[in-house]
Antibody, heavy 120, light 107 residues
Framework: QLQLQESGPGLVKPSETLSLTCTVS??????????WGWIRQPPGKGLEWIGS???????YYNPSLKSRVTISVDTSKNQFSLKLTSVTAADTAVYYC????????????WGQGTLVTVSS | DIQMTQSPSSVSAAVGDRVTIICRAS??????LAWYQQKPGKAPKLLIY???SLQSGVPSRFSGSGSGTDFTLTISSLQPEDFATYYC?????????FGGGTKVEIK
């Protein structure tokens, strides 16, 4: 059974960089066809796609965040990561990592989510 | 970006009721639509992909239909564990976008 687990600081100061890692177990992150993505959800609000990385290393970012986001993969550790620079209070949210099926269409496996608060 | 609009934003229903949720895309997305269920404090769970394909392990009381710009999620007989918030998501193009959600509450 595939499992994903987010990890990283729960508190980040304004203007600093938010860094999260998603560890994948029960399957290889290098498997062809799959994409790996990040989604966030501000408290009490809806879901926002942040970006995805394909099995070939191609990246896709939400234009609203593109200038601040980097997603990368470490196949040796079976992990993928999110970096979001210059954070503000508006970036406070639960951050989820998820696997996407062929073509990066739907999100079929999700991590449990991690709350990141931006505050001084 | 493709905008996804769900209606209603909330619905009150009783156990055993049939519930229908509508999702409308701002442009043609063919059948590239997914539906998710989210319970409080939990990650979303994929219910339906490609508009009408039931994800493995999801009860058959859930069904999806539609193509182009108009889609529906139907719960044929609402069960106590179905009270949750439901989201649609277009999978036709990047950026991937979600609807605003529909909260299904107990009547």
């Amino acid at each position: 059974q595939l499992q994903l687990q987010e990890s990283g600081p729960g508190l980040v100061k304004p203007s600093e960089t938010l860094s999260l890692t998603c560890t994948v177990s029960g399957g290889s992150i290098s498997s062809s066809s799959y994409y790996w993505g990040w989604i966030r959800q501000p408290p009490g609000k809806g879901l926002e796609w942040i970006g995805s990385i394909s099995y070939s290393g191609s990246t896709y970012y939400n234009p609203s965040l593109k200038s601040r986001v980097t997603i990368s993969v470490d196949t040796s550790k079976n992990q993928f990561s999110l970096k979001l620079t210059s954070v503000t209070a508006a970036d406070t949210a639960v951050y989820y990592c998820a696997r996407q099926g062929a073509g990066g269409r739907s999100f079929d496996y999700w991590g449990q989510g991690t709350l990141v608060t931006v505050s001084s | 970006d493709i905008q996804m609009t769900q209606s209603p934003s909330s619905v009150s229903a009783a156990v055993g009721d049939r519930v229908t949720i509508i999702c409308r895309a701002s442009q043609d997305i063919s059948s590239w639509l997914a539906w998710y269920q989210q319970k409080p404090g939990k990650a979303p769970k994929l219910l339906i992909y490609a508009a009408s394909s039931l994800q493995s392990g999801v009860p058959s009381r859930f069904s999806g239909s539609g193509s182009g710009t108009d889609f529906t999620l139907t719960i044929s007989s609402l069960q106590p564990e179905d009270f949750a918030t439901y989201y649609c998501q277009q999978a036709n193009s990047f950026p991937r976008t979600f609807g605003g959600g529909t909260k299904v509450e107990i009547k």
